[in-house]
């Protein structure tokens, strides 16, 4: 397999690992936050809400249900339904109390309206006389005939040059259950505003207030949405039948692609229902910000798992590809090796002929040293001629292990005669090279054939006519190099 095949397989082992962990990422972080949507959206619901609604219940305990006790007991006051069954003779005590009720609890307005003068009472005095022909009066109407003791009703207060104002309307009878006329407080619509504001603010929640028909009569002055009758509140507009029946619980419902989660409280003493909303997608912020933060963790380590095995891989391939082409005892190149190196290095003569020369090695005497004194001091002689070969060589000459003992040396851009020196001198190197065996000295004897490359022959051919110049060296008593300039038989 070619080196640009193991690449490509590399590279292709690379994208799919890259892939399966993008993928295991993904699907772990995908996981994960569903998972964490599902147990936000349960806390939300089961907890977060129902707890926002109760500690919202108990402000309003202060902010709307304490005006309605307030004009209770303006109601069943022992000093104004007397009042009133003695003739209403003394208005200016009717102006004092009221006006030590707005002064006392902080009201905006108090009043009362008597059923039998329909004089319309307040604390500076009679503001005027009601009559059934007043469209400005049918509240007063309305009231008389409520089967409830009181309504919670927004008007603007004519006492107060027409300021938009949340009245307690509250039915008071005498001592022995005759209607005497309707009295109150009022609380200013600013007022109950910046309160709803607060709430959303502390709360971080949507909130408003909505009647048994299903009207927002109540709500901050920034909400999101302006939509009066929930009826006709896309989403809502589905569920609010439910909702009203049902008084109390929790629901989510969708609208212009966004997921509510909303809670509702219904608030007896108002009448009213409490709506406490939150939008998914911000209770989603800060779990979308931790995904993508995991993300890019898991980017981060998918990079560096992808570098690290590149690393791992390119590191064994090359393992892999100097086990295959590298002797495994001597470090040098094999015959296989050698192979792909000529095919190159004959291509490159094709283009810019040069003489090439072929040395052909092999060691005197080498199963002598073998059978006295071992195969592992073989090892080293053999060992001790590739450093030989080394030191002695240029970069661009190629020395292969050829055979058990035999070395083949191809000396690039070199002619015979600067081959026969070469040759000589690592012959004599080798001889010289010191190796110790035990307490004596081994002297390592070897002969070279040489021959040169021709143009009109292949390199097997070469090859053969340096084995022919060993044969010589051998024939005429070893530790010498031979030359053989002519083709010679197949040995």
């Given amino acids: 397999m070619t ?24 699907a772990t972080t995908l996981g ?3 998972v964490s949507k599902d147990a936000i959206r349960e806390a939300i619901l089961g907890r977060e809400l129902p707890l926002a609604s109760s500690n919202i219940y108990v402000e309003l305990q202060k902010d709307l249900v304490q005006p309605v006790v307030i004009s209770s007991t303006m109601a069943h006051d022992t000093f104004l339904r007397d009042w009133v069954l003695r003739g209403e003779r003394d208005v200016s005590e009717m102006n004092r109390y009221l006006q030590e009720v707005k002064t006392r609890h902080g009201a905006f307005s108090s009043f009362f309206v008597s059923d039998r003068s329909l004089s319309y009472y ?3 005095g009679v503001l005027k006389k009601v009559s059934p022909t007043e469209p400005r009066d049918a509240w007063y109407y309305r009231v008389r005939d409520l089967k409830e003791d009181y309504e919670i009703n927004v008007d603007p207060d004519l006492a107060n040059q027409d300021a938009l104002t949340i009245f307690i309307n509250y039915r008071a009878f005498d001592f022995e259950g005759n209607y005497l006329g309707a009295t109150g407080i009022g609380l200013t619509m600013d007022a109950m505003y ?6 959303q603010q502390r709360y971080q929640r949507t909130i408003y207030f909505v009647n048994h028909q299903g009207r ?3 709500r901050g002055q920034n909400a999101a949405s302006q939509v009066d009758d929930l009826r006709t509140s896309p989403g809502l507009r589905d569920i609010i039948d439910q909702i009203l029946e049902a008084k109390s619980g929790g629901y989510q419902y969708e609208a212009n692609g966004t997921n509510h989660l909303l809670n509702v409280h219904y608030i007896p003493e108002l009448m009213w229902y409490l709506f406490v909303e939150k939008d998914e997608s911000e209770a989603l912020v800060k779990i979308r910000q931790t995904i993508y933060i995991n993300l890019g963790i898991c980017l981060v380590i998918t990079l560096i798992v992808l570098m690290l095995t590149n690393l791992s891989l390119a590191r064994y391939q090359r393992r892999i590809e100097d086990m295959a082409s590298t002797d495994k005892l001597t470090g040098m190149l094999n015959r296989q090796a050698f192979t792909i190196l000529m095919d190159k290095l004959m291509a490159d003569c094709a283009r810019s002929p040069r003489p090439l020369s072929i040395l052909m090695i092999d060691l005197d005497h080498f199963k ?4 006295q004194h071992g195969h592992a001091v073989g090892d080293q002689v053999l060992c001790l001629v590739a450093d030989v070969l080394q030191q002695s060589l240029r970069k661009s000459d190629v020395a292969v292990r050829w055979g058990g003992e035999e070395f083949l040396v191809v000396l690039n851009n070199c002619a015979l005669d600067e081959a026969g020196l070469i040759a000589e001198k690592i012959r004599e190197r080798i001889a010289r090279a010191p190796l110790a065996v035990a307490d004596k000295v ?8 040489v021959s040169q490359l021709r143009p009109d022959e292949t390199l097997d051919q070469a090859i053969q006519r340096a084995d022919g110049g060993l044969y010589q060296a051998k024939r005429s008593g070893r530790n010498q190099v031979g030359v053989f300039a002519e083709v ?3 040995i």
Wanted: proline share 2%; no cysteine.
């Fill in 216 to 218: 927002v009569v109540l």
């Fill in 368 to 371: 002598r040293i073998n059978d």
């Fill in 442 to 449: 081994l002297v390592v004897e070897a002969s070279v054939g």
């Fill in 3 to 26: 080196s640009s095949h193991r690449i490509f397989h590399g590279r292709r082992l690379l994208v799919l690992l890259s892939i399966l962990l993008s993928l295991g990422f993904f």
């Fill in 32 to 34: 994960s936050y569903l």
């Fill in 122 to 124: 307040t604390g500076g």
């Fill in 488 to 490: 010679a038989p197949s």
């Fill in 194 to 199: 910046r309160r709803i504001k607060e709430y």
